[in-house]
């Protein structure tokens, strides 16, 4: 609270028009303890003696009215009653005290800092706290009026402090409170808490006087006159401004003050029109709403405001009328956040944590304008506030599409289809996802007051009684016989879900249509289906499968209504028990997804499952398209395991998925599921549902085939394993059907290599005959796929085909044919190195020399990943021969710039025959050194020295000082390269000479030239 030291001024003036002097005589000036003769029943004394009619009556007077109307209607009311009135006019229920000193009744929830999760800091447990501690003192009650002092104990952070409190109350509400600690927060503080809290749990030790206009009536000129003094002698600094000013406002005989009749006393309760309501700072509302905003969502705001408004419903369930007032409160701060103009102004949305805030504000709104308390003078004000804040250009528009907006349809259908009465669909407003959320509402209302019906039915028939009795009580006179609230709630929830429904505009909307869908059916699992529940769903799957447009699972739908997957798999499974066949019907009625349909089809209308799209003008922004579409597979997947063991309905079934499912993703989560439910450990294979599962993954194949996806490896994988688990037909089928399932890649390095492996022949336990024909098979898919595809799968194809003399040559044939043109060095290198590996040295050699005439390194490629290559073709070949040798290097030269290359191909060539492949063919080698002045090796020495000289002069075009070092490097190497040859001496001077004549401009770089060669 907004605690303010100051009391609250007196709201009306008292006076005592029929007052008699003489009644002073024998009454007592003091006061007596609220618990004194004739205080209520039940408390702490010994005896229980009947609560006296003096009680009764003020108890009931203190409850409904204000002391100024008492005060009027009799005119002298006598001490004890005015006390028992007094007296009964404090609150007597703690709750309300709770209520409005934590977030919530219980005192569960965090203050609104948000920051201390603590619950021994709320102020209700601090201020019960307090009172046990007994650290509440100077309890007194003037009047309507409750003061006293509270101690907050010493901490090792905080000293001592007293705190004057005080409580204005009246008819049985705390309507004004202050304390001097200087909180400010929404609630109470836990002084006011413990001083109530006081007053409620022990009336007895608390002092009662009347009025403070009752005491000075009773006193003499000279007692007043004594009071007075005494009073500005003890406060004279606090009051002695105001008690001269008002001294001399009393002695002007035309002052303002002297015009009205009597004094204000704020001891003396209210005034007739004084509004009876429990104390709310709507200050401190104001502000808090306001700082929870500013902070646009984060340090826990939007948990504080959606707090705010729980204790707006907790104020609506007790009839409390600050519930609308702090609502309004809340609204206007809300319609004055700068951030509705901003995001007017930059035509953006708000986000979905603001809208779920202003969601939840309408929702309170609803409950508030529908509370059949309510009286029509306090509608009537609601509604022209509401009319204004909608007036106002930012107040936000709801999200979706709410209205009578769907086309008349009737134009838009087959003509065939007419004559079954099917009218027009004329009100396409979703109950479900609408921002009021009726029928939740209605489920929630339904229930609680089946509950309470219940309880009262036990409480009523704890002896025996008639039916007739029993219609008797409130809860059940609108029920028929045989009817019960939670059925009609369980009814509504149904009619609700299968109102067939536009998707609205708008990822926000759009998935509150789905999140309202979802907590519905989370609150219909609870219910436990008796026999009336299970005639209550056939009667309604029927309803819904033969109502025509009003059903979402009617035969005709829009095609951008809600789809019905998620609440049908819920009708599936509670109906398949009772009544299967109703069960697949609707659930196969409901797989249909118009959306993603391009055509309406009008020739299979006889089909039970049979989907019409009409009106197909736009493609909509489905936001919530991959939510919807994975539940389309799970209510597949629900079908496909209840119809485990019926080749009937899983064929069925399956025709349904293909039909209707469009996502590669989820019919490949269809065929695992199916796979996995077919082969569970504890029974046999269902051959029947491997069946289905291998169908789901071939339509999987088909449909991804010609396009990416990111899982496809793992798809064709598991495509064989299934294929597999069928049965050797199943494999040798798809590789019959390969090209209309895989890419050759795909078929050659999985699906064939698969199948020839040592695991697949052990699982499926086929005999020799067996697997040389699904060898055959194989390798005859991997000759075509080579054919087809020969640079990705010629390679894979020779390794399959290893075991079957013509099949390899054909295959190597393949690749030969493919060398000139259609395949890379790289490939051909690769294919060349496995031949050499599976013993075909003149293969490889022969392949080496095809792949060089692809290759070209220029002469700054020092580092190419192909060089690796080339140096281990040159040593084949000088491993081969003279021959082979002298036939590799002009391709060498041809191919290769790269002068580092080049003379490490020389240095290698001049040694003996490599260690890599010495061991092999080893008759064909003398042993003797190659001669550099002799073919071949001369044509490769002056190639390189070229490539020293061409090196040269490319890096001196644009060489920088930094690179001046590296280049002396370069031209070291290039000179080992030159003495070589007999006349390479000769021939580096030469080529020195030239460098330092060309490039003399660079005077740097020629002086580091001359200083390391001369």
């Known amino acids: 609270m907004a605690e303010r030291v100051q009391q609250p001024p007196a709201k009306r003036p008292c006076c005592r028009p029929g007052y008699n002097p003489a009644c002073r005589q024998g009454q007592r000036a003091g006061g007596v303890l609220c618990g004194g003769p004739g205080s209520a029943p039940g408390g702490l004394g010994k005896t229980h003696n009947p609560e006296s009619l003096l009680d009764i009556a003020a108890r009931r007077v203190a409850e409904k009215w204000p002391f100024q109307r008492v005060e009027e209607r009799f005119e002298r009311i006598p001490e004890p009653v005015q006390r028992r009135i007094v007296y009964w006019s404090f609150p007597r229920s703690e709750k309300e005290i709770c209520m409005y000193s934590s977030f919530n009744a219980g005192g569960d929830e965090s203050g609104t800092s948000g920051e201390n999760n603590d619950d021994t800091q709320l102020p209700f447990l601090r201020g019960v706290t307090l009172l046990e501690g007994g650290w509440v003192d100077n309890v007194l009650q003037v009047g309507f009026h409750l003061s006293g002092t509270v101690t907050d104990p010493a901490t090792s952070s905080q000293p001592e402090m007293v705190c004057s409190v005080s409580v204005s109350f009246d008819r049985c509400k705390i309507t004004a409170v202050t304390c001097s600690c200087g909180n400010k927060d929404i609630f109470y503080c836990a002084h006011v808490v413990a001083l109530a809290l006081y007053r409620v749990r022990k009336p007895e030790q ?42 001399d406002e009393i002695l002007s005989t035309n002052s303002e003050i002297n015009q009205v009749h009597g004094a204000p006393d704020p001891t003396a309760g209210a005034s007739v029109d004084d509004e009876n309501c429990w104390h709310l700072d709507e200050e401190q509302v104001q502000e808090q709403v306001k700082l929870f905003l500013s902070q646009g969502g984060y340090h826990g705001s939007g948990k504080q405001l959606n707090l705010l408004f729980s204790k707006v419903r907790e104020m609506l369930r007790m009839r409390d009328s600050n ?30 944590k603001y809208r779920q805030l202003w969601d939840e504000l309408g929702a309170l709104w609803m409950c508030i304008v529908l509370n059949p308390h309510c009286k029509t003078e306090q509608k009537c004000s609601w509604l022209r506030e509401l009319r204004r804040w909608n007036s106002v250009d930012v107040c936000p528009w709801e999200d979706g599409n709410h209205g009578n907006d769907l086309p008349n349809l009737t134009h838009s259908l087959p003509q065939e289809l007419l004559h079954k009465a099917i009218t027009s669909i004329t009100n396409m407003e979703g109950w479900v996802g609408h921002p009021l959320d009726p029928i939740g509402t209605l489920f929630s209302t339904l ?4 509950r309470g019906a219940e309880e009262g039915a036990n409480t009523y028939c704890s002896s025996v009684v008639s039916r007739a009795e029993l219609q008797r009580l409130p809860v059940q006179r609108l029920l028929g016989e045989g009817e019960s609230y939670g059925a009609l709630a369980v009814e509504t929830a149904l009619i609700g879900l299968g109102q067939q429904r536009v998707m609205p505009d708008g990822l926000y909307a759009q998935e509150k249509v789905c999140r309202n869908e979802e907590q519905l059916l989370a609150k219909l699992q609870e219910v436990e289906l008796d026999d009336t529940l299970v005639k209550i769903f056939r009667k309604q799957a029927v309803f819904l499968l033969e109502s025509g447009p009003y059903s979402g699972l009617g035969e005709i739908v829009h095609r951008e209504s809600v789809p019905m997957h998620t609440f049908t798999r819920y009708l599936f499974t509670s109906l398949l028990p009772h009544d299967a066949e109703l069960a697949y019907k609707i659930a196969l009625r409901a797989m249909r997804l118009p959306v993603l349909e391009s055509t309406a089809s009008s020739g299979d209308l006889s089909r039970p499952h049979h989907m019409v799209s009409v009106v197909p003008n736009r493609y909509p922004r489905w936001f919530t398209l991959s939510h919807i579409e994975s539940q389309q597979c799970e209510l597949a997947s629900t079908m496909l395991t209840a119809a485990k063991g019926d080749s009937c309905k899983l064929e069925t079934v399956l025709e349904s998925i293909q039909k209707n499912i469009h996502s590669s993703s989820h019919i490949f989560k269809l065929a695992q599921d199916a796979f996995k439910i077919a082969t569970l450990m504890d029974s046999l294979p269902d051959i029947t549902l491997l069946k289905v599962s291998l169908e789901l993954g071939l339509q999987v194949m088909r449909i991804t085939l010609s396009t990416l996806n990111w899982r496809r490896r ?63 098979s194989a390798r005859t898919l991997a000759l075509q796929c080579a054919m087809k595809d020969p640079q990705n799968c010629a390679l894979s194809a020779l390794t399959l085909c290893e075991k079957d003399h013509i099949a390899f040559e054909t295959a190597y044939q393949i690749v030969l044919d493919a060398a000139v043109a259609g395949m890379s060095y790289t490939q051909l290198f690769t294919i060349a190195r496995y031949m050499e590996h599976r013993g075909y040295p ?59 290359v080049l003379s490490d191909i020389l240095r290698r060539c001049t040694l003996t025959t490599p260690g890599m492949v010495s061991a092999l063919h080893s008759r064909r080698n003398s042993g003797k050194l190659m001669s550099l002045d002799k073919a071949p090796l001369r044509q490769l020495l002056d190639a390189t020295i070229g490539a020293y000289i061409n090196t040269t002069h490319s890096r001196l075009t644009h060489i920088s000082p930094r ?52």
């Open 842 to 900: 003149m293969r490889a050699y022969k392949l080496a020399t095809l792949a060089m005439a692809h290759l070209n390194l220029s002469y700054n490629q020092d580092t190419h990943p192909a060089i690796n290559d080339v140096l281990w073709a040159c040593a084949l070949s000088h491993s081969l021969g003279k021959n082979e040798l002298a036939a590799v290097i002009p391709l060498v030269v041809k191919s290769v710039k790269c002068a580092t």
């Open 323 to 352: 519930g609308a007032r702090m609502l309004t409160l809340i609204t206007e701060q809300f319609m004055a956040d700068p951030r509705l103009a901003l995001w007017r102004q930059q035509g953006t949305t708000m986000n979905d």
């Open 447 to 450: 229930t609680e007051t089946g």
């Open 963 to 1014: 690179h001046y070092s590296e280049f002396i490097e370069f031209l070291g190497k290039s000179r080992e390269t030159f003495l070589m040859a007999h006349d390479g001496h000769i021939q580096f001077t030469q080529f020195i000479d030239n460098l330092k004549q060309i490039y003399k401009g660079k005077k740097k770089l020629m002086m580091l030239v001359r200083e390391r060669f001369g």
């Open 714 to 776: 793992e798809m064709v994988r598991w495509l064989v394993t299934c294929a597999t688990e069928v049965g050797v037909y199943a494999l040798d089928s798809i590789m019959q059907s390969w090209f209309t399932l895989f890419t050759p890649t795909e078929a050659t390095s999985i699906v064939a290599t698969t199948v020839m492996s040592n695991t697949t022949i052990v699982r499926l336990r086929l005999d020799c005959h067996q697997q040389e024909n699904l060898a055959s």
């Open 206 to 247: 608390v002092k009662l006087h009347l009025p403070i206009s009752e005491t000075l009536f009773q006193m003499s000129r000279d007692q007043l006159q004594k009071f007075v003094q005494y009073l500005i002698s003890v406060h004279h600094t606090e009051v002695l401004p105001t008690a001269q000013k008002l001294a």
